[in-house]
């Protein structure tokens, strides 16, 4: 069946550190995958997205890995701040391009002062 | 730029009562824009994609009868829910795809704020 994972625990981290969250999926074949951040009680707000020819994404203190041989997708959040507390989703596409993304449950990330 | 709107934010209403939510976009055009709803805790669940001129695709397991949706127009979409019942209480979002004319899309969905709906 297809499976979009990320790790339901919270990830808490001390201000300052890298925070390295997981997205793994199995039985897609996405052409892109995307990062949003959801604050409670608000729609999701985009980050980065990432094509299935590209291995890493960048953009300010965020990075985004992309390895379609394993099904994974690794987000990076350096030098991380209490403001970068947040869920972070993962979505791929699931209709090879046609924009029907399918969520991940999410990583609540809490970045402590 | 890329801001989607919904109204209301928030509607209590009573059971089997039928309830409107808009979704604008408001400084771009959307061909297609996207319902999902979300659980507490859970992740967003994609309701139907609603098409400019067209009717909208429902999800398996969405009731079309029950979640209307109507896009008029090329920034507004709207979601009904008709006979509203309490397990219809959730926080409904929606998203749409930047048309950039000529038939070229942006890949990555600009969402609305959400509308919590809680059916008494």
């Known amino acids: 069946s297809q499976k979009i994972e990320q790790n339901s625990e919270a990830l808490n981290i001390q201000e300052g550190k890298t925070a390295t969250l997981t997205c793994n999926y199995t039985?897609?074949?996405?052409?892109?995958l995307q990062w949003y951040r959801q604050d409670p009680g608000r729609g999701p707000v985009f980050l980065l997205l990432?094509?299935?020819?590209?291995k890493e994404k960048r953009k300010e203190r965020l990075k985004v890995t992309f390895d379609t041989t394993l099904k994974q997708s690794l987000f990076h959040i350096t030098a991380s701040q209490p403001a970068d507390s947040a869920t972070y989703l993962c979505?791929?596409?699931?209709?090879?391009?046609?924009?029907?993304?399918?969520f991940g449950a999410g990583t609540r990330l809490a970045v402590h002062p | 730029g890329a801001v989607v709107s919904q109204h209301p934010s928030w509607v209590i209403c009573k059971s089997g009562t039928s309830v409107k939510i808009e979704c604008r976009s408001l400084?771009?055009?959307?061909?297609?824009m996207f319902w999902y709803r979300q659980f507490p805790k859970q992740s967003l669940m994609l309701m139907a994609t609603?098409?400019?001129?067209?009717?909208?695709?429902?999800e398996q397991g969405v009731e079309k009868d029950k979640f209307l949706i109507n896009h008029a127009s090329l920034t507004l979409s709207t979601l009904t829910v008709t006979s509203a019942h309490p397990e219809d209480s959730s926080f409904y979002i929606c998203?749409?795809?930047?048309?950039f004319g000529q038939g070229a899309f942006t890949d990555t969905q600009y969402f609305g704020p959400g509308t919590r709906l809680t059916v008494l």
């Open positions: 998203s749409a795809r930047a048309n």
């Open positions: 039985n897609y074949s996405p052409a892109y």
């Open positions: 990432i094509r299935e020819n590209e």
């Open positions: 979505a791929l596409d699931s209709s090879g391009g046609y924009n029907k993304l399918i």
């Open positions: 400084d771009f055009q959307a061909t297609t």
């Open positions: 609603s098409n400019e001129g067209s009717k909208a695709t429902y």
